[in-house]
């Protein structure tokens, strides 16, 4: 079982920047793979980025490609999203996901736990 706590989300002008932290429970970190989702409201949840095992492999939504990096730390149980020159279409929830799987995958039915999720929202 492991527990996803996200952190990091807030209210930000567009063009600005915010890093997204998820926090996971367990000793077996660095046996998931880990993505990252977004809800806007009234739309369905859509991927954003996913990072495999060793972090040496990344998937971006075209979306955010160039702007958004995924990275993890095994050491530290934790993995992240830096957000870059963000725009409005960038608000929503923002939910930290893990794959019971070293390989990565842009599928949320990939995914096997969720956390809370954390709200982004950005101001033109």
């Known amino acids: 079982q492991v527990q996803l706590v996200e952190s990091g989300g807030g209210l930000v002008q567009a063009g600005g920047s915010l890093r997204l932290s998820c926090a996971a429970s367990?000793?077996?970190?660095?046996?998931?793979?880990m993505g990252w989702f977004r809800q806007a409201p009234g739309k369905e949840r859509e991927f954003v980025a996913a990072i495999n095992w060793s972090g040496a492999g990344t998937y971006y939504a075209d979306s955010v490609k160039g702007r958004f990096t995924i990275s993890r730390d095994n050491a530290k149980n934790s993995a992240y999203l830096q957000m870059n020159s963000l725009k409005s279409e960038d608000t929503a929830v923002y939910y930290c996901?893990?794959?019971?799987?070293?390989?990565?995958?842009?599928?949320?039915?990939?995914?096997?736990?969720w956390g809370q999720g954390t709200q982004v929202t950005v101001s033109s």
């Open positions: 367990g000793r077996t970190f660095s046996s998931y793979a």
């Open positions: 996901a893990a794959r019971r799987s070293r390989l990565a995958t842009m599928s949320s039915r990939g995914h096997d736990y």
